[in-house]
């Protein structure tokens, strides 16, 4: 059976849900170890294993979250080298794509990015031309090494008794030479954009940062909603980064996707199109977003969405 190795980020002992849905996709398809590297990493172990880990490389090591990429990419390079995986699986997060770059690098590895599915592991399905289009990639070679996008594959807990293994932290000074000097947390309250059931959304057609109060008063009346956003407003700079949805930024599959003044840009319906419902607010009847759209209402979001606000308001009392 092929031997695969998930590597799961971990932050402040929260272990990366992908690497969740990764773990229990690639378990079906051969043995699965996953690793976990940094403060917090033999709690994520606990974790992983319920997910059906087979075996679980970990290290609390600090060197892991104060420095950039590099003694990750070493540990790796020693756990691929020692015990010949086959796959090396990751998340598309920041880290694991800096991860598995230069780990690619090191062991001359075919690397496939932007994964939705894996029939098998030797086949790959990517999303390409903007996630417009997917092609089944043969991987050849081992270990071969894949990015797989969020949500692409449910997570399901089969219980297990993975063995945890210690992994050394081994990085000689000279090649860790990149280290985190700051780290900053954004203030949040409600669901996360990525696990909300309701996602409320906006883009340029709300005309100004300021009607994105708007959402926020939506998404709070709704209740268990998150605000999400298109990337022209993200680069205007009227919300974060993180509430970008789509290609370039998250990908989520809420029960229901309200998107007001949103074009329906094949980048942004590439983070959206899986959500079980969509409602739509444009005032183009001719927008692209109604094409995807369950129930489409052609109208100024700006008028519509104060008498909504009451509405659900008056509904739930
Ligand atoms: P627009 O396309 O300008 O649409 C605004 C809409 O609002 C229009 O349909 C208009 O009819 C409607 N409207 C105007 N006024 C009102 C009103 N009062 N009431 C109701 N409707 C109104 N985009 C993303 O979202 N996510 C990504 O991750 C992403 N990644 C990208 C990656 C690359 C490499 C590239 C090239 C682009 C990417 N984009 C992404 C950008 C994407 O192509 C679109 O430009 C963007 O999604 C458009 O955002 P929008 O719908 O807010 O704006």
Redesign the pocket.
């Known amino acids: 059976m092929a031997r695969v190795l998930v590597y799961a980020e971990v932050a402040d002992g929260t272990v990366d849900p992908a690497a969740l849905e990764v773990l229990t996709r690639t378990r079906e398809l051969g043995d699965a170890d996953a690793v976990a590297l940094g403060p917090g990493a033999t709690g994520a172990a606990d974790v992983l294993r319920r997910y059906g880990a087979a075996r679980v490389f970990a290290s609390e090591d600090a060197v892991f979250s104060d420095c950039v990429a590099q003694p990750a990419v070493l540990a790796l390079e020693g756990l691929v080298r020692e015990h010949g995986f086959d796959v090396v699986a990751f998340t598309t997060g920041y880290d694991s794509r800096d991860i598995a770059g230069r780990l690619s690098g090191r062991l001359g590895a075919t690397l496939m990015s932007n994964v939705v599915a894996l029939p098998s592991l030797d086949v790959a399905r990517a999303a390409v031309f ?1 996630g417009s289009r997917f092609v089944d990639v043969k991987l050849e070679g081992a270990p071969r090494i894949v990015l797989v996008r969020p949500k692409s594959f449910e997570a399901r807990e089969c219980g297990g008794r993975a063995e945890v293994v210690t992994v050394a932290a081994d990085a000689p000074g000279d090649l860790v030479t990149a280290r985190r000097v700051e780290r900053h947390e954004e203030a949040a309250s409600g669901p996360k954009l990525e696990d909300a059931p309701v996602v409320v959304s906006g ?5 100004e940062a300021a009607n994105f109060e708007l959402l926020e008063q939506l998404a709070d009346a709704l209740g268990d909603a998150a605000v999400g956003a ?4 993200v680069d205007a700079g009227w919300v974060p980064y993180s509430k ?6 998250t990908t989520i599959k809420p029960t229901v996707y309200l998107a ?9 319906v590439v ?1 959206m199109k899986g959500a079980k419902r969509i409602v739509a ?4 009847e001719d ?1 692209p ?1 109604f094409g995807l759209a369950d129930l489409g209402v052609v ?4 008028e519509i969405l104060p008498r909504l606000i009451e509405e659900v308001r008056a509904r739930k009392g």
Do not use: E, K, M, P
């Open positions: 903007g883009g340029r057609g709300l005309g298109t990337r022209a407003v970008q949805i789509g290609q370039t930024g007001f003044g949103i074009s329906g840009a094949t980048q942004h983070g607010v444009n005032r183009d927008a977003i109208g100024d979001a700006l």
